[in-house]
């Protein structure tokens, strides 16, 4: 079995890639790189290269070679490569007629628990959401906690207007659902140990990045004087990176993208050094497309100290558009199914009809002009 056809669709902000070998079996992929889709596109391309010819089995083999072939990094190249390489482990899947999952190991849960993220909006909107995704199933939401206004208000009524959003949350949903809080890397190290310590009352499941990622020594300062649990690991792309906040960052949940960390391969690597860790797995999954998600199911279902999932419901637009089925989400769990490798088939015609983000949006500014942290 041979590759013999490398594809590369761009969609909304997703850029998928399609294998296709000379037994006729195909394996797709997603790049979750959403800022710039179409530079992982360029990188997936140049691949084709190297995995046109190529037995498509053993991916350890074919990671490698791809990763190390320029020793260049960024999420660009771990876009592309992450894309190929779920590809590869959806081939492998098909070819051996079981679910990449049953590859994995086989599962330790029959099910992977979602955590819906709530809609940014008002105090009460958000509360309100987050009461009906509880009545929905869901025993978990994360809430985008901080707000755009956020940036211009002074410290003390910065952290009150925190704190009050959080706890109208918490309000909504009682105790019987866990909250995470998204900060968005959006405070300083001593405003986020103030909002730690005011956002113990309600007991939340983490904070995630309450700090910008760039120093895992600033990291570890927040975690170090604070008594809620941490969580980070989005943008890293490597067992080098999450090796360091993994062992040294005071993390407790560690959240790697399937659609930039390196795809499964890799991933399952971060995986494991973390739970050597004790440390919990909350995969960074929004605004993935359907076949992260399910990628990010498969994992859930193989990996011991998978958490929880973060999750936008994908029944509508462009999600839907984009594959001829999604993952089945019901009474807040994801299922990955029994089909074989991922189970997920792109839709040529609705690939077309769903256009590419063109914008970036704009930067944060203060009201004094300067550009505000994120």
């Given amino acids: 079995m041979k590759i013999e056809k490398l594809e590369t669709f761009v969609a909304h902000n997703w850029m998928f890639v399609r294998l296709t070998t000379d037994t006729g079996l195909q394996g797709v992929g997603e790049s979750t790189f959403f800022g710039w889709p179409n530079a992982a596109e360029t990188i997936t391309k140049s691949f ?34 992450s894309a190929i390489d779920q590809a590869l482990w959806d081939i492998r899947g098909r070819h051996f007629q079981a679910p990449v999952y049953s590859l994995l190991g086989g599962p330790v849960r029959n099910r992977v628990r979602a955590m819906l993220v709530l809609n940014t909006g008002t105090k009460d909107a958000v509360a309100n959401e987050a009461a009906r995704a509880h009545k929905d199933g869901y025993t978990a939401v994360k809430v985008l906690l901080f707000q755009h206004d956020h940036i211009d208000m002074t410290h003390a009524r910065r952290i009150k207007d925190l704190v009050d959003r959080a706890e109208a949350v918490r309000d909504s949903v009682g105790w019987d659902c866990d909250i995470g809080i998204e900060i968005h890397r959006n405070m300083a190290v001593g ?22 990622p760039d120093s895992v020594l600033s990291f570890g300062e927040v975690a170090q004087k604070s008594r809620v649990p941490m969580a980070a690991g989005e943008r890293n792309l490597n067992i080098w990176e999450f090796r360091e906040y993994i062992e040294h960052a005071g993390v407790h949940f560690i959240r790697p993208d399937v659609g930039v960390c390196g795809g499964i391969t890799h991933m399952k690597k971060v995986c494991t050094i973390a739970e050597s860790h004790h440390q919990g797995i909350i995969p960074h999954a929004v605004p993935s497309g359907p076949v992260a998600t399910a990628a ?16 936008r419901p994908q029944e509508g637009s462009p999600w839907k558009d984009v594959v001829k089925h999604v993952t089945r989400l019901e009474n807040g769990y994801l299922y990955a199914g029994d089909a074989p490798g991922l189970g997920i088939e792109l839709d040529d015609v609705g690939l077309k009809r769903v256009k590419p983000m063109t914008t970036l949006g704009a930067t944060a500014t203060r009201a004094d002009g300067s550009v505000a942290f994120r």
């Fill in 48 to 81: 084709s290269e190297y995995l046109i010819g190529q037995d498509p089995l053993p991916v350890e083999q074919h990671w490698l070679y791809m990763f190390r072939n320029k020793n260049m990094r960024g999420m660009a190249i771990g876009g592309a490569i």
């Fill in 191 to 212: 405003d986020s140990i103030v909002l730690a310590a005011e956002l113990e009352k309600i007991r939340p499941l983490f904070i995630e990045d309450p700090v910008p």
């Fill in 296 to 311: 990010h199911v498969h994992m859930g279902y193989a990996v011991p100290n998978w958490e929880v999932q973060e999750h």
